[in-house]
């Protein structure tokens, strides 16, 4: 019996988020006095896999099909629950993505597994088993108990500390049964964004608002955001107005981030783009106006104009390194 963890993987690697995921799966499996397993599915890095023990994992189911390459929810969620009859899990744990959220619901239901959402801290494990999740859009949080034999927890981005050893996985070859009726939709081509960095991936955020005045005016946001490493996002008026890519989009009704830090530029604060930036670990904010309602979310705050602001702190950074 173990713990398994779902992973996502990346042109053979396996996505920082779900590299959390195992971290956590693995402090789940010390406190019930179990082991960590890891489930990936198509075309991994022999040597990435082995990497996971880094992270907790003792050992990695790896089902190889070529069909399991592109990802599809139904396929993914039908191996899933027979990787956990096989391994007589009883608590599953996937990292919190547009695919885990959809993976994670068909295998609940197959495996008739409680599942809780957006878990934001380790369970409790004292006579029950209850675990703390955001809720309304990351302003509050609940405590709930799960009481089916089988427990999935798809976790939110910063639910635990990571840190890594130079212990490596044992890999596996699972052969999973693949029904045909999953694969009545097939994936033909997939196209990704220019951006170097992932926003669901990235420890760094920069972000611009409409108090960057244009798109021609972007440039000394894009040099902060390469001295720091950092991806590029923006708030909704900003990709409406088509200043920036869609895919950059954070907010609730783009994408969520949750990284270690979110530098806002020129950014009001709606309470909408807050629900999209609210699991940050750290939020700084830089805008001229002192009463722009994202400074009350701010863990610090830069009152200025941001065109004479940016340039200096990527000086700053540049002197630093």
């Known amino acids: 019996m173990s713990v398994l963890i779902f992973v996502e993987l990346d042109n053979g690697s396996v996505k920082k988020t779900s590299l959390e995921a195992i971290a956590y799966g693995s402090e789940v499996a010390k406190l019930t006095g179990t082991t960590?397993?890891?489930?990936?599915?198509?075309?991994?890095?022999?040597?990435?896999?082995?990497?996971?023990?880094?992270?907790?994992?003792?050992?990695?189911?790896?089902?190889?099909?070529?069909?399991?390459?592109?990802?599809?929810?139904?396929?993914?969620?039908?191996?899933?629950?027979?990787?956990?009859?096989?391994?007589?899990?009883?608590?599953?744990?996937?990292?919190?993505?547009?695919?885990?959220?959809?993976?994670?619901?068909r295998a609940s239901a197959k495996l008739k597994a409680g599942i809780v959402s957006g878990v934001t801290e380790l369970p409790v494990i004292n006579g029950g088993f209850t675990v703390k999740r955001s809720i309304y859009t990351g302003k509050a949080f609940s405590t709930v108990e799960i009481k089916s034999d089988v427990k999935m927890l798809v976790i939110n981005k910063n639910a635990i500390e990571v840190?890594?050893?130079?212990?490596?996985?044992?890999?596996?070859?699972?052969?999973?049964?693949?029904?045909?009726?999953?694969?009545?939709?097939?994936?033909?081509?997939?196209?990704?964004?220019?951006?170097?960095?992932?926003?669901?991936?990235?420890?760094?955020?920069?972000s611009g608002g409409r108090g960057m005045k244009g798109p021609e005016n972007w440039q000394p946001l894009l040099d902060f955001a390469k001295v720091l490493g950092a991806a590029t996002g923006c708030s909704k008026p900003v990709s409406d107005l088509d200043w920036r890519p869609h895919h950059e989009h954070i907010g609730q009704t783009g994408i969520k981030v949750a990284p270690n830090l979110y530098i806002a530029c020129g950014i009001s604060g709606a309470i909408q783009h807050l629900a999209g930036v609210n699991g940050s670990k750290y939020i700084v904010v830089i805008n001229k106006d002192p009463e722009a309602p994202f400074f009350k979310a701010a863990d610090y705050g830069i009152v200025g104009d941001v065109f004479e602001i940016l340039p200096k702190l990527t000086k700053a950074v540049e002197d630093l390194k």
């Open 163 to 206: 840190s890594e050893t130079s212990n490596t996985a044992t890999v596996e070859n699972f052969t999973p049964a693949l029904r045909d009726s999953d694969f009545q939709a097939t994936i033909g081509q997939v196209e990704k964004a220019d951006s170097e960095l992932s926003l669901t991936d990235a420890d760094i955020i920069v």
């Open 36 to 105: 960590a397993t890891v489930l990936a599915l198509g075309r991994a890095d022999g040597s990435a896999l082995e990497k996971t023990g880094a992270f907790g994992a003792t050992k990695v189911l790896h089902a190889t099909d070529e069909k399991l390459t592109h990802e599809n929810s139904l396929a993914y969620a039908d191996v899933l629950a027979q990787a956990v009859q096989q391994e007589n899990s009883k608590i599953v744990i996937i990292a919190k993505s547009g695919l885990g959220d959809a993976v994670a619901a």
